[in-house]
């Protein structure tokens, strides 16, 4: 098995946003799906924060991600 797993930093960093929006998305059942390793290490499969963020895309034109 080779999982590709980024922490929470790497996301926000990738995502461009802030570490803090992340925690409020688990917070709030949304964002990236994740891992929860242990009692508080929390990381992410690449391939999950690149979903998510391609289901975001919107198409000026009118169609929506597939």
């Known amino acids: 098995m080779d999982l590709h797993l980024l922490d929470e930093k790497q996301v926000a960093e990738e995502l461009r946003i802030k570490v803090q ?17 242990g ?3 929390i990381r992410y499969r690449k391939e999950d924060c690149e ?16």
């Open 21 to 37: 929006t992340l925690r409020n998305w688990r917070h709030l059942g949304k964002g990236p799906a994740y891992l929860k390793l």
């Open 51 to 66: 979903a998510f963020a391609f289901q975001r895309r919107i198409d000026p034109n009118g169609q929506s991600a597939a």
């Open 39 to 41: 009692s508080r290490a």
